[in-house]
């Protein structure tokens, strides 16, 4: 593998180092967007139970109780809003637009670094593209006079194929990487609004 790197010429280390950082984006994404980490099932019976419990009556165990379930997972910010709002004896549309401002700070966080996975899958076909180009400058640059240099006219060739593989080798994986994570996404968005919904349907009822 190292000579291959060698081979493939200065031009492929942006290309390693957007692989890296690609893969460690893949890897952390898959992890924080399980199920378990996101809306983990049994965290919607735990605010109908603080709910009904009657702890929303008093301010400083509410603000303690919520400020808990905020903390479990991202499903439970929406779902402390809106016990929040209730426990300040907001009407239906307030406590509405408090989940509504909750989930788009969720949203942020599922979202993240998906910008950057994005932007990997774009660049990596233009920088094999440049190592391309600079392999073809070095095969220009091994015409002499008296003919072709072998060496170098094999070392642009190599420089050429070889950046342009990796590129396509990083952006295709760094592509449906981003389109698997942007379904897994739009998945844990819908768990957290059926389960905000339910929660709205048990306050306002």
């Not at 099932?41 to 301010?59: C, E, M, T």
């Not at 899958?121 to 091994?142: R, Y």
């Amino acid at each position: 593998m190292y000579s291959i790197l060698i081979a493939a010429g200065w031009p492929v280390w942006p290309l390693l180092l957007t692989s890296i950082v690609a893969l460690a984006i893949l890897i952390e994404r898959i992890w924080f967007l399980q199920a378990k980490r996101v809306a983990p099932p049994h965290l919607i019976d735990g605010a109908i139970q603080l709910a009904d419990s009657g702890a929303l009556k008093n301010p400083q165990s509410a603000q303690q109780a919520t400020d808990a379930l905020a903390s479990a997972a991202p499903l439970g910010t929406i779902l402390a809003a809106a016990l929040l709002a209730k426990s300040k004896s907001f009407n239906e549309e307030k406590i509405i637009e408090a989940m509504q401002e909750a989930a788009a700070e969720v949203t942020i966080l599922l979202e993240r670094y998906m910008g950057a996975l994005a932007t990997i899958a774009t660049i990596a076909p233009l920088l094999g593209l440049f190592g391309t180009v600079v392999g073809m400058i070095e095969i220009f640059g091994s015409q002499q006079g008296t003919g072709a240099n072998p060496q170098q006219l094999a070392h642009g060739i190599s420089i050429a194929l070889y950046n342009t593989a990796f590129g396509l080798l990083i952006a295709i994986p760094a592509y449906a990487g981003w389109r698997g994570l942007k379904a897994l996404i739009e998945k844990r968005q819908r768990e957290c609004e059926a389960a905000a919904k339910k929660l709205l349907r048990h306050l306002t009822k």
